[in-house]
C-alpha cells in the first residue's frame, strides 16, 4: 500500500532556515509534490519533482531520492509569514488522486 | 481568474440528511478532483473526472457518496444520509497539467 509520513512540527527563527523531511512508500511512485496550507485556507503549491536530486526554486528548495523513499522541502531565509504547515503528497502509476501526508507545522519565531 | 470556486463555504445538516457540494473548477483545467481533509486522517483523495468523465473513485465509500461532473464548468459530491463521520472540509481541485492541483477554498462540512 501507500504512505506518507511527516514529522508533526518543526520550529525554527527568523532569517535561517527549515527543512521538512518526508518519507513515503509506495508500489509505482510517479511524482512528489509539496503543498502549503496556511490555517483555514486551501493547500498552494510549491513544487514537484519525480527524478532524484535537488530542486532548486529560490525560497523553496526540494530534494529527492527516490531509492529511499525520501524528500525534504528546504525553506531559506525564514520569513515570519512561512509559519504554516507543509504537505508531502505522493502520486502512484495506478491512481490519479494525491496520497498526503499529514503536514508539518512549521512555526517560525522572531 | 478566480481560481476553483466551492459552495457553500459552510454546511450544517442534521444526522441523516442529504449534502450536496460544488464546485466550479478553473476555466480550461480538463482534470477535477475532490479530496476530504480532517485532522485526524489528513488529505485524502475520494475522486477524479477528467473532460468530465469518472476516471478513478477508489477514494469514494462506496455508500452515500456519489460525484457527478454534468459540464466542465461545474462538479457536485453528493452525500446522502449523513452521519457525523462524514464531518470534515471537502476540498475540490483542478488541474491542466499531471502534477500541479489548485485547490478551491473548500466546504466545511458539519454533521450534528
Known amino acids: 500500500g501507500q504512505g506518507v509520513e511527516q514529522p508533526d512540527n518543526l520550529m525554527s527563527v527568523e532569517g535561517t532556515f527549515a527543512r521538512v523531511n518526508c518519507t513515503y512508500s509506495t508500489s509505482g511512485f510517479n511524482g512528489l509534490s509539496w503543498y502549503q496550507q496556511r490555517e483555514g485556507h486551501a493547500p498552494v503549491f510549491l513544487s514537484y519533482v519525480v527524478l532524484d536530486g535537488l530542486k532548486d526554486s529560490g525560497h523553496f528548495s526540494t530534494f529527492l531520492s527516490r531509492s529511499n523513499g525520501y524528500s525534504y522541502l528546504l525553506l531559506t531565509e525564514l520569513q515570519i509569514k512561512d509559519s504554516a504547515s507543509y504537505l508531502c503528497a505522493v502520486r502512484d502509476q495506478s491512481a490519479q488522486g494525491l496520497t498526503f501526508g499529514l503536514g508539518t507545522r512549521v512555526s517560525v519565531f522572531p | 481568474n478566480a481560481g476553483v470556486i466551492q459552495t457553500p463555504r459552510h454546511k450544517v445538516t442534521g444526522k441523516g440528511q442529504e449534502a450536496t457540494l460544488w464546485c466550479e473548477p478553473i476555466?480550461?483545467?480538463?482534470?477535477v478532483f475532490w479530496y476530504r481533509q480532517t485532522i485526524v486522517q489528513g488529505l485524502e483523495f475520494l475522486t477524479y473526472f477528467r473532460n468530465q468523465a469518472p476516471i478513478d473513485d477508489s477514494g469514494m465509500p462506496k455508500e452515500r457518496f456519489s460525484a457527478q461532473m454534468p459540464n466542465q464548468s461545474h462538479s457536485t459530491l453528493k452525500i446522502q444520509s449523513t452521519q457525523p463521520q462524514d464531518s470534515a472540509v471537502y476540498l475540490c481541485?483542478?488541474?491542466?497539467?499531471?502534477?500541479?492541483?489548485?485547490f478551491g477554498p473548500g466546504t466545511r462540512l458539519t454533521v450534528l
Open positions: 481541485a483542478s488541474s491542466s497539467s499531471s502534477y500541479e492541483q489548485y
Open positions: 476555466s480550461g483545467h480538463s482534470a
